[in-house]
């Protein structure tokens, strides 16, 4: 019962970093244009700025609380997705633990450009984009793992 409450508490963290993370990179990537209206408007013309902090937060939460449900997941479905052969799947789980590792890497390169402005533009907008592009994939594949085996069945 505990994991299973931790497991929906980590997902729902999840959501918030997928949404702080997605909302800056749509303002540095895709910036508020005078054609652009209403919702797509508003989704764009976010303070780009003020979700660094929520982003390394959620993501440092989101990844400990991940790091302690692992130990459960590694003992009950990841024994079941090799004994059933989904090779697929369980590659795409190893993929998940290192690019949250990479992210984890690239986090203080994250604070620090958004930090300091004069770094540059192109930089930040880089960064940003592989960060959300990795808590995308996390996110994806978290839930494909375990809509194939289940959390503790």
Avoid: C
């Amino acid at each position: 019962m505990l994991m299973t409450t931790l497991l929906i508490v980590h997902g729902l963290i999840a959501v918030a970093l997928l949404g702080a993370i997605t909302h800056q990179a749509a303002a540095v990537l895709w910036p508020v244009s005078g054609k652009a209206q209403g919702l797509v408007r508003r989704f764009r013309a976010v303070s780009s700025d003020t979700y660094v902090g929520t982003v390394v937060a959620l993501y440092l939460v989101t990844m400990a609380l991940g790091a302690f449900i692992y130990t459960h997941y590694t003992i009950s479905a990841r024994i079941a997705l090799i004994q059933l052969q989904f090779w697929k799947p369980y590659g795409m789980f190893e993929i998940k633990e290192h690019f949250a590792a990479i992210g984890l890497g690239i986090l203080p390169l994250y604070w620090i450009l958004w930090r300091a402005p004069s770094l540059g533009v192109r930089a930040r907008a880089v960064v940003t984009t592989v960060l959300a592009t990795i808590v995308w994939w996390n996110f994806l594949v978290g839930h494909i793992i375990n809509n194939i085996r289940g959390f503790g069945s």
